[in-house]
């Protein structure tokens, strides 16, 4: 490490993994940081042996990889990282209370673990640690040593649809929640989206974005849920990944977002999260919507729309990020 032969640490990290010597990957991990400090730029071997640590390693490095939370560029948090290979009961007497320690359960909770026994003082997320009845348990991504498999979801076979007048825009909050899906791959990457929300149905709303053509299809509620919260938890094609945990607290947000529940009838924020039961009907009154223009996109894409037939309200998003 005082040479900074990058190459030869990643070697080095590399065979210990395969002997399992976690030892001396915690080893390089420590020593690379402080020999950043030097000036040898070896931060990627630091950040590659945290993440096989959370990763592959018994529960106790991998906590500690956690809770030293530094990486600079891995491929995902390492709270998602160590709770996709590891059940709460093994990370749980190794992780010490705090911030880091609520973000792991959630991350539990997000693939379908019930944790609705836990409480945290500090919890920066605040979502219930039990997946209500109405939320899809997340099926990926795939983490491994060097990569992360997280495709865009297929999105099925769309049918023609008559592509209207445009709505006109109104102010709304859901445009803002809509977009805050997708805000790491406009910030980090480069990505683009704009969102509308207009006094009419779900092809006025997406007539408003200016499409050359219509192609929808109806989707469940927890369909539209899951992609919200895959596409809040993705990094784009360039930005750094958010996690499963925080992909669904963006889905939360904005489905709470777009059915009023985050203000109360004073005008003032209600409070948070808001009770399971009644967003899950609210979301359940909603009419869910995937579209295209007649071509699917490529990279990376969320094209929603959503209507509530109550108010006459609807809403479109349009997300892409072709990472070229």
Same mark, same amino acid.
Request: charged share 25%; hydrophobic share 45%; glycine share 10%.
């Given at each position: #490490? =005082? ?23 915690? @080893? +390089? ?11 040898? @730029?070896? $931060? ?46 093994? =990370? ?29 003082? &500090? ?9 209500? &009845? $109405? ?16 495709? +865009? ?28 899906? +997708?805000?790491?791959?406009? &910030? ?39 992609? #919200? ?23 939360? $947000? ?6 009023? =529940? ?41 094209? #929603?729309? +959503? ?18």
């Amino acid at each position: #490490m =005082l040479k900074g032969d990058l190459d030869g640490l990643l070697r080095l990290i590399d065979e210990a993994c395969s002997a399992g010597d976690w030892s001396t990957v915690e @080893q +390089v991990a420590e020593r690379s940081r402080l020999a950043v400090e030097r000036g040898h @730029q070896v $931060w990627p071997a630091a950040d590659h042996s945290d993440h096989r640590l959370a990763l592959q390693a018994p529960a106790a490095f991998s906590a500690r990889a956690v809770c030293r939370d530094a990486t600079r560029f891995g491929i995902a948090p390492l709270a998602e990282v160590a709770a996709s290979d590891h059940a709460w009961v093994d =990370l749980a007497d190794h992780l010490p209370d705090g911030p880091l320690r609520a973000t792991v359960a959630h991350e539990r909770v997000a693939r379908g673990e019930d944790l609705s026994s836990l409480t945290f003082d &500090t919890d920066p997320l605040g979502l219930p640690l039990r997946l209500a &009845t $109405w939320e899809p348990a997340c099926d990926g991504p795939v983490i491994g040593p060097y990569a992360i498999e997280d495709p +865009v979801p297929p999105t099925g076979p769309l049918v023609v649809a008559d592509l209207p007048d445009a709505g006109t825009p109104l102010v709304d909050p859901g445009v803002e929640a809509l977009r805050d899906l +997708v805000r790491t791959w406009s &910030t980090e990457s480069d990505g683009t989206s704009r969102a509308v929300c207009v006094q009419g149905t779900v092809p006025e709303a997406v007539a408003a974005l200016g499409p050359s053509g219509l192609r929808v299809r109806r989707i469940d509620p927890d369909e539209a849920l899951g992609r #919200m919260a895959w596409a809040a938890a993705s990094g784009g094609a360039h930005g750094r990944r958010r996690g499963a945990a925080r992909g669904r607290f963006e889905a939360w $947000w904005c489905a709470a977002t777009l059915v009023g =529940l985050l203000d109360d009838a004073s005008g003032d924020e209600a409070p948070w999260p808001p009770d399971p039961d009644e967003l899950g009907d609210a979301v359940g009154e909603l009419r869910w919507w995937l579209w295209d223009d007649g071509h699917v996109p490529q990279g990376w894409h969320l094209q #929603m729309a +959503v209507e509530d037939p109550a108010d006459g309200l609807a809403w479109a998003l349009e997300a892409v990020d072709r990472g070229e």
